[in-house]
């Protein structure tokens, strides 16, 4: 499941969305595999990926290459 917030709909940016989805996903690995699932629980829950991407937004802004 892959909802995507109106404020999250840049099309230009999808690449760099993919990219903060794997960072957050991987971000609450452990190897407790318990663990694991509880942090993955609030990594699904949604509000995280509002800055990140405004961050990755803000760093292209007047780059002469793409920021990566």
Request: charged content about 20%; cysteine-free.
């Amino acid at each position: 499941m892959n909802l995507v917030s109106p404020l999250l709909d840049l099309p230009l940016m999808n690449g760099d969305r993919e990219r903060i989805e794997t960072a957050l996903r991987e971000s609450v690995r452990t190897t407790d595999a318990y663990l694991t699932e509880l942090a993955s629980h609030l990594i699904v829950a949604g509000g995280k990926r509002l800055r990140p991407v405004l961050a990755v937004a803000a760093a292209q802004v007047g780059a002469s290459t793409k920021v990566s």
